[in-house]
Structures are given as C-alpha cells and as structure tokens.
C-alpha cells in the first residue's frame, strides 16, 4: 500500500474508487470462467459479484490493513472474498423462496437474469470459492493466519452470524421485535461481516490485543450505524439511487431502526454511533483517518 | 482407531454401523441449537444433516484415516464436515427450484418439513459451517493440514466439482449428453467429494505422494461405481428402499449411464470399475482391506 492514494491524506471517495478498481480485478481473476458447460454458474457468480456496487467491505478491509502495512495483495485477497460471501448473500436472499427482489444494483437481481436454480448454485459457488480463496498461499504465507481467516469469515457468515441473522428477518414478518431483537437482528445479518472486514488486517498483520480490541469497538458501532442509513435509504430513498426496490421493509411489516424508532431519532442514533465508532480509534492516530472518514461517509451515503 | 471394530478383519456392516453412530454424535454436537431465534435455522440443519442415511463419506474417511493411523477424533472431525456438505447439496437440490424433489431418506425434504427460504438457509449455513469445523484446531493440530483440508474442500464443493456438476445437470434436461460428458458431470457432482473423503485421512497424515495417488486412483473408480449404481437405483428400485422417488432422471429426460449404456452394460461397468478401484490399493496389503468391502459394498446396496 505504497501508493499516494492510500496517504494518510486521501479522500474516501479516492480510496473507494481505487477500491473498487482493485477488487473488481482481483475477482475478475479470480472468477475466470472455464471452458465446460459450468461456465453458466460462473457467468452467474460474475454477473453478481462484479456488479457496480461501493464494495465498502472491501475498503473496510484495505482501510484497516493499511494500519498495520499489511502487503496489498493479501488485504486484497481478503477483500475479494469478503465481497464474494456479501454477493453470494444478496443472491440468496434476493430469490423467490426469500425477499423476491427482482432489482439489484441497478440491474435484474441474479435469478431474473438467469434462473432460481441458476441463482441457488451461483450463491453456493461464490460462498465456496471465497474459503478457497482465504486457504490459499496467495493470501498469507502463513498457514495459521489462513486458518484464522477461515474461521472468522465462517463464524461472521454461518449461523450465528448473517444467516442467522437472516433467518431471524424472515421470522420478523410474522411477529413483532423490540429494538434488542431488531439489534442483535442486525448484528448478526450485517454487523458480523462488516466487523471481520474492518479486522481482517489486523488477523493478516498477526496484530496484538489491544488494536483489534479497537477494531472491534469501531466495528461494533459501524455496522449499526450503516444498517441504520440502509433502513432510512429503505423508507426515504428511491429505486433509482438505490438501485433496489424501497419501500420494502414497511410492506412486509418488518421492525426496523426506522419503525422503531422514526426517522428523526433514528438519524440521530446513526451519527451518535458514527462518533462513537470514530472515538475507538484513537490510539491508531493520523494512520485511521480513512477509516474516521469511511465512518461519516457511511450514514451520509444516498445509495 | 484401536477399538476391535477398526482391525482388519472387520466386516463393513459393523464399520458403517460404528461410523453412522459416532458421525452422528458429532454432528449432533457440533450443530447444538442456540437460544436464540435463529434455533429454526439450526433445526432444519439437524434435520437434513442427521437423517437416516449410510454416511457413506464418513466411513471413506475413517477407512482411508485407518490406513495412516490418524487419531479417532480429526478423522471424525473431517467426516462431519463432508457430511454437513453432502447434506447441503441434498437439500438445495430438492428445493422446487431445482430437482423439486419431496422424499429424501424417506422423509419429507428439507423444504417441506420447514418451508423454502429454511431450506435455503439451512444449506447455507451447513456448507459454511463445515469449513469452520476444517479451521478448528480441534481437527488437527498443524494449521498447514488445516488449510489444505478446507482448500480440498473448496475445490471438491465449488464450481470445479459439486456445484459446477449440479449446473451441468440441470442444463442437461435440455440437451443430449453423450457418456463422455455424463462421466464429466459425475466425476463433479458426487466423484469430487468422494474422492475428498477418501483423501481426507492422507491429508491428516501429511502422507507422501505415493498412497494419495493410489488412493485417488481407488476414490475415481469408486465414485463413477457409486453414481451408476445410483442411476440403476433410480431406474429399477423402489421409493420404499431407496427413501426417495425413483425415475426422476428418465421422467425429466436425464442422461445416465443407465439411459446412455442400458441397465445390462452399466452394471458390467460398475462391476469393473469396482475391480480397478480395488487393485490401485495394493500397497496398502492388508490395512485396506476395508476400503476393499467399501467399493463391494457400493454397487451392491440396495439404498
């Protein structure tokens, strides 16, 4: 991470950008497509994982390894995985059986460009393909350090983490939740992810106690902070800066932040935990400016 | 692997019935439902994962981890987590996007017993759980063995081996396959992961080239034997001894070694590759004569 773009004077929208050009080659790589008839899934996991998106896990990764100096092949490894397991998410969650979405992105979700089936295996393939990814050399010469991200990516991604937490959503249509239920709902299905993308580097830097206990804690606040802003995107928002169907919690007569609580609070809670998040990440210094302003921009965000 | 049962001249009957008993007790273990709301998603994976079934993997790995002397504990470890893999592709596989299947094992599919978006979730969590199981040091102490348990994984379960398998045959409803490219297809959908299985147990050894090879050799025969002697199942059992509906691949025009080769010539077939399997384990002596019975035993069951 040598580059000028990851100073400790660069703008977010800068290191998005460059984020986003990064990641997208290394999953291009990564998902080439072979020659048989399975080319068709891949096609699928490509449409998908490559879509235009903010790959702001992919920055939370890249901003948090450049704390630690981490060599940006590794963090990118990383990041192309973590954004491969978020993809594989929307697919599945996206599908018939689930949310029937059928806008994404901007685009036809992956099981009306292509088909359910199609849709299901795309889903499993990405979620496979990112463990291979995470166990390969490319990633870290040390194998206890790929075992660690395994681990973490397995524990944010399985039961008690995203599906789980999707799992408790889906039963959120049918009965009422409290704000403790919605939080810990939350936690689960989005903060769980978010938190190993924002301590990825410090696993890939075999870092110490203390600056990963600080991760946590901005983590922790972030990904409550940003499934605030997605909730209020969801109620205020529109279709065309989204890029997805709004409107949509209300109608199912999901609890959310926003039911919860109303806008005007909601967006209060959103920026108090954003300072929070911010204030966990003093002992870094001038090192965490990118992940101070990746904070702010994550509930100013219109899509 | 002391216990009488393990010794060379133990019968394949009793080794399944060990195996089926202790795979099951670490199964049940591993998938403990939490508390929380999430336990439904945790219910849906006991339910598929523990179904009655011959564990047919699990017992690949035992007898290919007896041949090296790898502690009881890993190799189940190991077992449970292709099992949790074999049981995340059945249940995606009979959701109605895909085979829309309603019996399996002889009980209600996954998604009847609970409803589609559980069976989604609960395939998920199965596939992303069994990596977490290969990641826990509980498997093996060396983290390198770890890693290459899970890329192995990886490389069976993706879009080069199961999932890239199930897209070719969904797509081969709509086309003629010819036996070469059936043989294709299988070696990805169900070959890749019992060769993983058979593996397994060199891998927790960090054995020398030599035994993999020959063992690769035996899981290659093995799995084709296996997989037409499935396809005869189809065309010729019943629903009452295989626990699931029999004819769906003639009903949907599949081609199988049976459509392809005729019930006669495929069970010849099967008959020979179980020779082949056989005779690549003769550097083992005496120590395989387990895996021997396993490949004998595979194209004469009857379920």
Redesign the interface.
Known sequence: MTESLWSDHVTVADASAVTVALTDAVLDRLLAA?Q???A???EA?RYSALAPGKRLRPLLVMAGSRLFGVARVSALQVAAAIEMVHA?SLI?DD????DNSDLRRGRPTC?KQF???????A???L???A??V???PDTHG???V???L??A???A????GM??????D??AEHMPLDIG?VT?LQR?KTGALIAFSCEAGAILAKAPAEPRLALRGYAHDLGLAFQIADDLLDAEGSAEETGKPVGADAAAGKATFVSILGAARARAQAVRLVDHAVAHLDLFAQRAELLRQVARFVVSRKT
Not at 95 to 98: E, G, I, N, S, V
Not at 115 to 121: C, E, K, R, S, Y
Not at 157 to 160: R, S
Request: hydrophobic share 50%; with cysteine; aromatic share 6%.
């Open positions: 072979p048989g008839l399975e068709r899934v891949y996991m594989y599945h599908l018939p059986a689930m099981h088909d359910d089936a199609t849709a299901v295996l889903g499993d393939g979620l496979t393909m463990f291979q995470l166990s390969d040390d194998p206890a790929r075992c660690e395994v681990a990516l397995a524990a991604a399985g039961g008690a599906v789980g937490g999707q799992m408790i889906l039963l239920a810990r689960m």
